[in-house]
C-alpha cells in the first residue's frame, strides 16, 4: 500500500488488513517507516521486531514493525550464524552503520524480512505462515525504488547467495501474488502522483492492484442544482429565512457556502474522472467524521470487505 503523504494510507492499509482477517485470512500488517503507526490505528503498545496478534475478528491479524538494524541482526544469525558475533558488531555500532551508509542496503533488509514472512512455510519450526502480507510502504515518490532495490542489488552481485536471494525478492514483488494498491484523496497533487506512480510501476513491470479514493465527502449537490444555485438571488434566500423565524442576514453566507461547495464539487469530478481513465479498480471510502480510530477501522474496513482481491 502507497500513496502521497497526508492521504491516509497507513489507515487504509490497516483497514485492508483488519477486512481480509474479517474474511477469516491469516493476515501480518507490516510497516517500515518506523513511526509506529499501526500501534496508535489499533491503539495498542508500541510493536516490537515481532509478529503480535492485534486483532480477531473471523480470521487472525497480526502486526510487525520492521526495522533495517533488527533485520540485519536476523539475517546474519540465519545465513551466517553470527548470533553473539552480531550482537557484538552491534554494540559497537557497526549494524547501524552498515543500514545508514548505503542508501539501498536499508531497503533491501525491510523487503527482504517482507519476502520470508511471504514465502515461510509450515516446516520453518512451526513458524506462522499467512494468507496474506499487507505492507505499509514507503510514499509513492519512492515505491518504484523501493521495490526496484533487489533487481539493483542482483545487478551487482552478479552471482552467489546474495544474488539468489536479491533474484526471489524481486521475483515475488513482480509476482502474481503480489499488487501494489495505491491511495489519494480528490486533490489535484496527488492525483497527478497517483496517475505517476500507476506509469512507473507499470512501466518497471509491477502489478497495480485498487487505486482507493479516500476521504471522500458527502456529495450533496448534483449538476442541476448546482447550476441552480448559482442563479439564486439572496433577497429570495432571506425571505425564506425569515418565513422560519430564522436571521435573514445568514442569505449570504448560506449562498457563499454552496457554491463553494459547488465550485469543490466539480473539481473532485474532475480528478475523480482522471482516476477512473487511469484504467484500475477503484473503491471510495468517506472522509470519517469523527477521525480514524477503532471504530473508524471496522467501518472502513467492511467497505473494503470483498472489493480487493
Same mark, same amino acid.
Given at each position: 500500500?502507497?500513496?502521497?503523504?497526508?492521504?491516509? /494510507?497507513?489507515? &487504509? %492499509?490497516?483497514?485492508?488488513?483488519?477486512?481480509?482477517?474479517? +474474511?477469516?485470512?491469516?493476515?501480518?500488517?507490516? +510497516?517500515? =517507516? !518506523?513511526?509506529?503507526?499501526?500501534?496508535?490505528?489499533?491503539?495498542?503498545?508500541?510493536?516490537?521486531?515481532?509478529?503480535?496478534?492485534?486483532? /480477531?475478528?473471523?480470521? *487472525?491479524?497480526?502486526?510487525?514493525?520492521?526495522?533495517? =538494524?533488527?533485520?540485519?541482526?536476523?539475517?546474519?544469525?540465519?545465513?551466517?550464524?553470527? !548470533?553473539?558475533?552480531?550482537?557484538?558488531?552491534?554494540?559497537?555500532?557497526?549494524?547501524?552503520?552498515?543500514?545508514?551508509?548505503?542508501?539501498? @542496503?536499508?531497503?533491501?533488509?525491510?523487503?527482504?524480512? @517482507?519476502?520470508?514472512?511471504? /514465502?515461510? #512455510? $509450515?516446516? #520453518?519450526? !512451526?513458524?506462522?505462515?499467512?494468507?496474506?502480507?499487507?505492507?505499509?510502504?514507503?510514499?509513492?515518490?519512492?515505491?518504484?525504488?523501493?521495490?526496484? &532495490? #533487489?533487481?539493483?542489488?542482483?545487478?551487482?552481485?552478479?552471482?552467489?547467495?546474495?544474488?539468489?536471494?536479491?533474484?526471489?525478492?524481486?521475483?515475488?514483488?513482480?509476482?502474481?501474488?503480489?499488487?501494489?494498491?495505491?491511495?489519494? &484523496?480528490?486533490? +489535484?497533487?496527488?492525483?497527478? *502522483?497517483?496517475?505517476?506512480? &500507476?506509469?512507473?510501476?507499470?512501466?518497471?513491470?509491477?502489478?497495480? !492492484?485498487?487505486?482507493?479514493?479516500?476521504?471522500?465527502?458527502?456529495?450533496?449537490?448534483?449538476?442541476?442544482?448546482?447550476?441552480?444555485?448559482?442563479?439564486?438571488?439572496?433577497?429570495? @434566500?432571506?425571505?425564506?429565512?425569515?418565513?422560519?423565524?430564522?436571521?435573514?442576514?445568514?442569505?449570504?453566507?448560506?449562498? =457563499? =457556502?454552496?457554491?463553494?461547495?459547488?465550485?469543490?464539487?466539480?473539481?473532485?469530478?474532475?480528478?475523480?474522472?482522471?482516476?477512473?481513465?487511469?484504467? /484500475?479498480?477503484?473503491? *471510495?471510502?468517506?472522509?470519517? $467524521?469523527?477521525?480514524?480510530?477503532?471504530?473508524?477501522?471496522?467501518?472502513?474496513? %467492511?467497505?473494503?470487505?470483498? +472489493?480487493?482481491?
Amino acid at each position: 500500500m502507497t500513496g502521497k503523504g497526508g492521504t491516509g /494510507k497507513s489507515s &487504509v %492499509a490497516a483497514a485492508l488488513a483488519l477486512a481480509l482477517a474479517s +474474511e477469516g485470512k491469516t493476515v501480518l500488517l507490516c +510497516e517500515v =517507516e !518506523g513511526r509506529q503507526g499501526i500501534a496508535q490505528l489499533f491503539d495498542v503498545a508500541p510493536l516490537p521486531y515481532l509478529e503480535r496478534r492485534i486483532a /480477531k475478528p473471523k480470521g *487472525e491479524l497480526f502486526a510487525l514493525a520492521i526495522d533495517a =538494524e533488527s533485520a540485519l541482526m536476523e539475517y546474519l544469525a540465519m545465513y551466517y550464524h553470527l !548470533g553473539r558475533a552480531g550482537k557484538a558488531l552491534d554494540r559497537f555500532g557497526v549494524i547501524d552503520f552498515a543500514t545508514t551508509i548505503a542508501p539501498g @542496503v536499508r531497503d533491501v533488509l525491510l523487503t527482504g524480512k @517482507v519476502y520470508e514472512a511471504v /514465502k515461510r #512455510n $509450515a516446516r #520453518n519450526k !512451526g513458524a506462522r505462515t499467512y494468507d496474506a502480507v499487507v505492507l505499509d510502504a514507503p510514499p509513492t515518490g519512492r515505491i518504484a525504488q523501493f521495490l526496484g &532495490v #533487489n533487481e539493483e542489488l542482483a545487478d551487482l552481485a552478479k552471482v552467489g547467495p546474495i544474488k539468489a536471494q536479491a533474484d526471489s525478492v524481486a521475483a515475488l514483488m513482480r509476482g502474481p501474488a503480489t499488487k501494489i494498491h495505491l491511495v489519494t &484523496v480528490l486533490e +489535484e497533487m496527488p492525483v497527478q *502522483e497517483t496517475a505517476d506512480a &500507476v506509469e512507473e510501476l507499470s512501466a518497471a513491470g509491477l502489478n497495480i !492492484g485498487t487505486i482507493f479514493l479516500n476521504m471522500v465527502r458527502p456529495q450533496v449537490l448534483d449538476a442541476p442544482q448546482r447550476a441552480k444555485l448559482a442563479k439564486v438571488a439572496t433577497k429570495s @434566500v432571506a425571505d425564506q429565512l425569515t418565513k422560519v423565524g430564522l436571521d435573514p442576514h445568514l442569505a449570504e453566507a448560506l449562498i =457563499e =457556502e454552496g457554491r463553494f461547495h459547488g465550485v469543490r464539487r466539480q473539481l473532485e469530478d474532475q480528478q475523480r474522472a482522471i482516476v477512473s481513465a487511469l484504467g /484500475k479498480p477503484v473503491v *471510495e471510502l468517506p472522509l470519517l $467524521a469523527d477521525g480514524v480510530d477503532a471504530g473508524g477501522l471496522l467501518e472502513l474496513a %467492511a467497505l473494503i470487505e470483498g +472489493e480487493v482481491r
